[in-house]
């Protein structure tokens, strides 16, 4: 008796999509405010016109059950610069485009390599990220907005004041753009938002950074935008997305964004501060009482905080260390310690990262901490003493420059290592 082989499984509505390249975008215009003009457009994906996946919402949901957000995040990224270059789009307004944490760990297209080299060619173009994203895999989102930027692209983060993090994190992504979620023009005025407002407006005031206010949907909407120092604009007042105009005005006076400049990814928080700073001499009981002292900063800030640290080696991790930083991981944002044989998970709540023998990193002892108001860092090398371990020293600087702490954070990040599975669980 012979047995039947099961028959294959059927295609999934959403795999039949994207082999068809059934996705397209609407564009939503992003308005300066008080020049009433537009300056560019937001892509938003959707799905077969009439069909059950033609919402984005739906589109995404069904991607995540098969196991293909990335390549529909790729697929939408494609229609919308496919869309935009075929109505004509040129350099002078912007293309905003997002990206999803799932399509850092998918390979691009060949069809989206040869449309990105076009649209690096001829459109200005911001890509939009959220914090979640450098939440599940740092290294590999600091990655995209370096090469972003090399092909002269600009750095949005969306849905700021959503979420605690998207304030913490901020400053990491450096962004042009920093786009108000819209229940901050939408809900009446609070502790809350004022402390939102104060944060953004203040990160604006430091980077020279555009504000971006979602949801304008009133003309109360709009003065509420105005009052908090919102530059630009978009929502449902200028009418919903749609195609892009057959014919568009000349564009007006450009947006003048602040130039970044890049680190070399192999920097370290020592090697890069000394360019700036004087390094002077301690032993390491000094600095284990500054690191204390930062660490009990950070645990002031609550989950408003940023806590990254360097211990050199995993034997340097004692349980009472471990203790103290599970304490500082479950209430800021994002607390990451490394070193070498450091597991990815070393505490709850921390990540670790393992630091290999030739890493200069391995040589230093550093803490960041870096909030909406506050930041400092020490950063030390070691001077390859032996005898006890209280008599050991260190060059070291400690630093209260925001841009300083900023660069030493970075450079630590970029030390994380991500995995699918990562990021596949903080997708919502």
């Known amino acids: 008796m012979s047995t039947l082989a099961p028959a294959p499984e059927a295609p999934s509505e959403l795999r039949g999509i994207l082999d068809r390249r059934d996705v397209h975008a609407v564009y939503q215009p992003i308005h300066r405010l008080k020049e009433a003009e537009i300056v560019g457009f937001e892509a938003l994906a959707r799905g077969p016109?009439?069909?059950?996946?033609?919402?984005?919402?739906?589109?995404?949901?069904?991607?995540?059950?098969?196991?293909?957000?990335?390549?529909?995040d790729h697929a939408c990224r494609a229609a919308a610069f496919e869309?935009?270059?075929?109505?004509?789009?040129?350099?002078?307004?912007w293309l905003t485009v997002n990206v999803e944490p799932a399509a850092l760990a998918t390979g691009v297209p060949a069809?989206?390599?040869?449309?990105?080299?076009?649209?690096?060619?001829?459109?200005?173009?911001?890509?939009?990220?959220?914090?979640?994203?450098?939440?599940?895999?740092?290294?590999?989102?600091l990655e995209l907005v370096e090469q972003a930027r090399r092909r002269g692209w600009r750095i949005a983060l969306d849905d700021v004041g959503a979420d605690p993090a998207s304030l913490a994190l901020m400053p990491l992504v450096h962004p042009d753009v920093i786009k108000l979620d819209l229940r901050i023009v939408q809900d009446r005025p609070s502790l809350e938002i004022a402390r939102l407002v104060s944060a953004v407006n203040a990160e604006v005031e430091r980077s020279g950074a555009v504000l971006l206010a979602e949801g304008i949907e009133t003309e109360e909407h709009l003065r509420t935008a105005l009052s908090l120092g919102a530059a630009l604009g978009q929502g449902w007042l200028w009418g919903r997305p749609g195609d892009l105009p057959t014919e568009l005005p000349r564009p007006g006076?450009?947006?003048?964004?602040?130039?970044?400049?890049?680190?070399?990814?192999?920097?370290?928080?020592?090697?890069?501060?000394?360019?700036?700073?004087?390094?002077?001499?301690?032993?390491?009981?000094?600095?284990?009482?500054?690191t204390r002292l930062l660490e009990r900063e950070a645990a002031d800030l609550g989950e408003s905080a940023v806590v990254l640290a360097t211990f050199q080696d995993v034997s340097n991790l004692t349980p009472a260390t471990l203790a103290r930083y599970a304490d500082l991981g479950s209430h800021s944002t994002f607390t990451g310690i490394f070193g070498r044989g450091v597991p990815s998970?070393?505490?709850?709540?921390?990540?670790?990262?393992?630091?290999?023998?030739?890493?200069?990193?391995?040589?230093?002892?550093?803490?960041?901490?870096?909030?909406?108001?506050?930041?400092?860092?020490?950063?030390?090398?070691?001077?390859?003493?032996?005898?006890?371990?209280?008599?050991?020293?260190?060059?070291?600087?400690?630093?209260?420059?925001?841009?300083?702490?900023?660069?030493?954070?970075?450079?630590?990040?970029?030390?994380f290592e991500g995995d699918v599975e990562t990021l596949e669980a903080v997708l919502p």
């Open 345 to 415: 998970r070393p505490a709850p709540g921390v990540r670790g990262a393992s630091l290999e023998d030739d890493d200069p990193l391995r040589h230093e002892w550093n803490i960041a901490v870096l909030g909406p108001h506050f930041a400092a860092a020490l950063v030390s090398r070691d001077m390859g003493d032996g005898g006890s371990e209280e008599e050991r020293r260190f060059e070291y600087v400690l630093t209260y420059d925001r841009e300083l702490v900023r660069r030493t954070a970075v450079a630590m990040m970029r030390r």
């Open 111 to 141: 069809h989206l390599a040869a449309v990105l080299d076009r649209a690096a060619a001829e459109l200005d173009v911001v890509i939009e990220l959220t914090e979640r994203m450098l939440t599940a895999y740092p290294a590999a989102l």
């Open 49 to 72: 016109a009439g069909s059950p996946l033609e919402r984005p919402d739906l589109m995404f949901a069904a991607a995540r059950a098969d196991g293909l957000v990335g390549e529909l």
């Open 83 to 93: 869309g935009a270059l075929a109505a004509g789009l040129k350099r002078g307004r």
């Open 253 to 290: 006076r450009p947006l003048r964004l602040p130039e970044r400049g890049r680190r070399s990814a192999l920097a370290t928080p020592f090697g890069d501060v000394t360019e700036e700073r004087t390094p002077r001499e301690a032993k390491k009981a000094l600095l284990f009482e500054v």
